[in-house]
T-cell receptor, first 119, second 113 residues
Framework: ETGVTQTPRHLVMGMTNKKSLKCEQHLGHNAMYWYKQSAKKPLELMFVYSLEERVENNSVPSRFSPECPNSSHLFLHLHTLQPEDSALYLC??????????????????FGPGTRLTVT | GQNIDQPTEMTATEGAIVQINCTYQTSGFNGLFWYQQHAGEAPTFLSYNVLDGLEEKGRFSSFLSRSKGYSYLLLKELQMKDSASYLCAVRDQGAGNNRKLIWGLGTSLAVNP
C-alpha cells in the first residue's frame, strides 16, 4: 500500500464510450502524474500537475483529458479511444517544489494502475 | 536524444548476488532512480543516486558514475520474492523536483530455487 489509490483497477470500453479513471493520494503531495505503461515500451509520462496546475503535457492525443480538482485527486477522462490505447495507466504523486539544498530525491509513489482494454 | 539502456532479462539463483546495469544518455541529469515492479503491481521506489558512489540499503545497493553515464543495482542474498522487473529512471535537469523522469524498459529478473 503506497498511499495512492486508483479506480477502477480494470476497465473494458468500446471505442465510442466515455469513461474516467480516478486517482487519489493520501500522502500530502503536491505533484501528481499520469503514465501509460505498454508491453515492451518504457513508462510514458502523459501529464504532470503541480499545485493543481498542469505543468507537463507530453503530446498526448486530445482523446485523453486530465483534470486535477485539488492536490489529492487526479482524473483522466477518456473518449473515443483506439485499440492501441489499451495499456496499464499508472498514477503517481510526489512532493513538489525546490528544497533549500536545491536537490532532493522526491521519489514518485505509484498507484496500482488501471488495466484498460479498448475493444 | 534521451536513452536509457538496461538488459531485458536476467536469471539468478536464490541466495546469490546479481548486478543489474543501466547506462544512460540524457540531455540533463538530476538524479537516478531504481524502482521494483512485480507483475500486475505498481512500481515501488528502491534507491536514488545523485552523487557518484555506492548507496547501500539492506540487501540492495545502487552505484552511480556520472562521468560514465552508468549505474547498477546490486541485489544480495536473493530471495524468490525478488523476482520482478527493475526499472532504471533518470530525472531531467531543471528547477523544481517534479521534473520529468526518463525511464528504461526494465530488467525482468527471475530468481530460481
Amino acid at each position: 500500500e503506497t498511499g495512492v489509490t486508483q479506480t477502477p483497477r480494470h476497465l473494458v470500453m468500446g471505442m465510442t464510450n466515455k469513461k474516467s479513471l480516478k486517482c487519489e493520494q493520501h500522502l500530502g503531495h503536491n505533484a501528481m502524474y499520469w503514465y501509460k505503461q505498454s508491453a515492451k515500451k518504457p513508462l510514458e509520462l502523459m501529464f504532470v500537475y503541480s499545485l493543481e496546475e498542469r505543468v507537463e503535457n507530453n503530446s498526448v492525443p486530445s482523446r485523453f483529458s486530465p483534470e486535477c480538482p485539488n492536490s489529492s485527486h487526479l482524473f483522466l477522462h477518456l473518449h473515443t479511444l483506439q485499440p492501441e490505447d489499451s495499456a496499464l495507466y499508472l498514477c503517481a504523486s510526489s512532493p513538489s517544489g525546490t528544497s533549500r539544498t536545491g536537490s532532493s530525491n522526491y521519489e514518485q509513489y505509484f498507484g496500482p494502475g488501471t488495466r484498460l482494454t479498448v475493444t | 536524444g534521451q536513452n536509457i539502456d538496461q538488459p531485458t532479462e536476467m536469471t539468478a539463483t536464490e541466495g546469490a548476488i546479481v548486478q543489474i546495469n543501466c547506462t544512460y544518455q540524457t540531455s540533463g541529469f538530476n538524479g537516478l532512480f531504481w524502482y521494483q515492479q512485480h507483475a500486475g503491481e505498481a512500481p515501488t521506489f528502491l534507491s536514488y543516486n545523485v552523487l557518484d558512489g555506492l548507496e547501500e540499503k539492506g540487501r540492495f545497493s545502487s552505484f552511480l558514475s556520472r562521468s560514465k553515464g552508468y549505474s547498477y543495482l546490486l541485489l544480495k542474498e536473493l530471495q524468490m520474492k525478488d523476482s520482478a522487473s527493475y526499472l532504471c529512471a533518470v530525472r531531467d535537469q531543471g528547477a523544481g523536483n517534479n521534473r520529468k523522469l526518463i525511464w528504461g524498459l526494465g530488467t525482468s529478473l527471475a530468481v530460481n530455487p
